[in-house]
Structure formats: structure tokens, C-alpha cells
């Protein structure tokens, strides 16, 4: 199953939120939303948290376009409809179903049946469920590193080292990463030809 979502990814250090393509796979979870908001959790696992708080991250899923207001609008009672086919019209089907079994709302319910408490409990899922999450692929499937040199340790004009003169640094070696699509390999060539050009001059000096 594959669509579009926003993902919110919270932690005691940072929150990110990005809207993209977001994949079900036999492992798990990938696509570009997941992508660009893994470094939260991944780094509040690995126990990146302010002193005495635990490390933990909570990942919160908005399923489809619609906001609160929206869903309000969708979920009005309408004809012969069911909840299912209101979803339905948003969403893939497997998915719908899914959703509406752990929001304990009966799948063929008519939205003319469906109680105020039924309502709120799945626009709440919808728009802001908890997307439950345990752990990641490791380094062996990584797409960006995060951590490295901070870049105030760096002469943006030359990539060299503030602190080691004659050290030029480029690429993932520094605390950068940009999201999914190609801004690393850019972030990468740009910074290794800065850092090049600098050494090369110094050496013809």
C-alpha cells in the first residue's frame, strides 16, 4: 500500500514534519516522508535525549489531505453511505479497513449511525494517529548520516578545519544532511570541490 501522508516525528531534542510518499514494505515503513523524519526516532533510540529524559521519540501519521474540519464534512451522514466508503474515497481500502478496526468503529456502520465519540476517536487517528514504530534498518540500509563535524568547526569558503589548519572536510563527514532526492549527493560534490579547490591552492602556494 502506498499514498501520500504527513508524518510528525517528536523527541525531547527536535520534531520534524515532512508530507510525501509513504510505502508499507514486508519490513516496515519507507518512502520519502518516512525518510526524511527517521533521524528523530533513530537518534532518540540511540539515546540522544536531555539528561534524565527517556529516549524516546513518538511518530504521529496524517493519513490523507483532509484536517479536522474536512473529515467533520466527510463524515456527515449522507444517503445510504457507510463509513468504509467515506474513507474509501480518501484512502485505499485495505488501509481504511484497517484504520477503522483499531478505532473500534464497525467498518459497515451507515455515517448516519456513527456516534459522536465513533466520529471523533477516528478523525483523531486521521489526522494525528500514532504510528507505532520499533526500531531501523541500520547502517547496512542508511540513505543519509547524521552527526559528524559541526559546520561552525568549518570555513564555509574553504570546507578547512577551524581547528586543524590544513584539514579540509566535505560530504557526510559534516553534521548536514539534507532530504531525500538528491540533496546529499549535491551537499557532497559541492563541498568536495570547495574542499579540493582549497587544498590544490595551498599546495601550489
Not at 23 to 35: A, D, E, I, K, R
Not at 154 to 181: N, Q, W
Request: hydrophobic share 40%; aromatic share 6%.
Amino acid at each position: 500500500i502506498s499514498l501520500t501522508v504527513s508524518l510528525t516525528a517528536r523527541s525531547a531534542l527536535s520534531q520534524v514534519t515532512w508530507r510525501g510518499g509513504f510505502l508499507f514494505t514486508h519490513h516496515g515503513y519507507s518512502g520519502p516522508s518516512v525518510l526524511n523524519v527517521s533521524h528523530v526516532p533513530v537518534r532518540a533510540r540511540a539515546g540522544h535525549s536531555p539528561k534524565g529524559q527517556p529516549p524516546t521519540a513518538k511518530v504521529q501519521v496524517q493519513w490523507t489531505a483532509l484536517g479536522d474540519k474536512e473529515w467533520e464534512e466527510a463524515l456527515k451522514p449522507h444517503g445510504a453511505r457507510t463509513v468504509t466508503g467515506a474513507l474509501r474515497a480518501e484512502m485505499p481500502d485495505r488501509l481504511a479497513t484497517a484504520l477503522l478496526v483499531k478505532a473500534n468503529v464497525e467498518p459497515t456502520r451507515p455515517l448516519t449511525e456513527l456516534r459522536r465519540d465513533e466520529r471523533l476517536r477516528l478523525i483523531d487517528m486521521l489526522v494525528r494517529g500514532e504510528l507505532p514504530w520499533q526500531g531501523d534498518e541500520g547502517y547496512k540500509k542508511a540513505e543519509v548520516m547524521g552527526g559528524g563535524v559541526a559546520l561552525s568547526e568549518v570555513d564555509p569558503r574553504t570546507m578547512e578545519s577551524r581547528r586543524h589548519k590544513g584539514l579540509y572536510l566535505c560530504g557526510e563527514v559534516l553534521d548536514a544532511f539534507g532530504p531525500i532526492g538528491g540533496y546529499n549527493f549535491l551537499w557532497a560534490w559541492a563541498t568536495g570541490r570547495s574542499a579540493g579547490s582549497a587544498a590544490a591552492a595551498v599546495v601550489k602556494n
